[in-house]
Each structure stands twice: as structure tokens, then as C-alpha cells.
């Protein structure tokens, strides 16, 4: 049994030390908010954090995540995630939505350390994040609208 910390919550999984934290999170507790998109850590769309830090769970073992806290979209609180969410919806982010809560939670942790990005910032924060639909321009202006609120 590994103990780990989800969204709040304690939580005993009876996994192999290896199995990534995604497939746990999705099958085991059914929070299927954070997507399976590649498998090797190349597109954002597993994205939580661990112990606040943003990491990809389709490659994180359950093994680094004992004894930790893990934070899914589906736990994500918070005024910096609640001026997120606001403006994703504001700005009508979305297309397919496969990718958003990967964005979401780069965005999030962008802006949980920097109030006032430049284009650069963002662009540099989100570049690990792929969006099939090609949403880009959109998620920038989200994340400048969230900071404004943030500065309000």
C-alpha cells in the first residue's frame, strides 16, 4: 500500500511502485479530468502537481508520489485558479477541451509565481503544453485577462 495525498483527501493505492500516477488517478480514484494524450511527457495533457510542483503523471510512478500531495483539475482551488477558469470561460478557450486541464494547471502554476507574464513568460511557461486545435492565441489572452483580475 502506498499512501499518498489526493486533492484534500488521503488515500491508501495497492499498486506496483512503477505504475504512473495517471492510470491510479484515472482508474483507481475516477478522476478523469487529468487526460491520458501521449504517454511520454510531451504534451501537458497529464499534468498535476506534486507537492504544488507541476509534473507529468503519465510518467511520475507512484513511487515518487508516497507520502505526498498530489493536486488534479479536479481539486484545483484558489483565487489564481478561480481568475483561470473565469477567463478561460470568458474568452471561450475551449475547442475540443482534450488539452484544457493540462493548460489550466501550467497556467495556474504560471501565475501562482508570476502576477504579471509577458507574451514571453506565457509562451515560455506553456510551451510543453500542446493543443491540438491550436487554441494558442486564446490561452494567452486568457492568462493576460487572469492576471489583470489578479491585479484588480
Known amino acids: 500500500m502506498t499512501r499518498i495525498t489526493v486533492n484534500g483527501k488521503s488515500v491508501a493505492l495497492e499498486a506496483e511502485p512503477d505504475t504512473p500516477l495517471l492510470w491510479l488517478l484515472r482508474h483507481e ?56 477558469q473565469a477567463a478561460w470561460v470568458n474568452l471561450d478557450v475551449v475547442q475540443c477541451g482534450y488539452c484544457q486541464s493540462g493548460q489550466i494547471m501550467a497556467a495556474v502554476a504560471l501565475l501562482s509565481k508570476n502576477r504579471k507574464p509577458s507574451n514571453a513568460d506565457i509562451d515560455s511557461a506553456m510551451s510543453g503544453n500542446l493543443c491540438p486545435c491550436g487554441t494558442y492565441p486564446r490561452i494567452r489572452a486568457a492568462i493576460h485577462e487572469a492576471a489583470r483580475e489578479l491585479s484588480a
Open 29 to 84: 480514484l475516477k478522476l478523469t479530468g487529468t487526460k491520458y494524450g501521449c504517454g511520454m511527457a510531451l504534451c501537458g495533457a497529464c499534468t498535476v502537481y506534486l507537492d504544488g510542483q507541476p509534473v507529468r503523471s503519465c510518467m511520475t510512478p507512484l513511487s515518487s508520489a508516497a507520502g505526498k500531495t498530489v493536486t488534479t483539475i479536479e481539486g484545483l482551488d484558489g483565487p489564481v485558479a478561480r481568475a483561470v
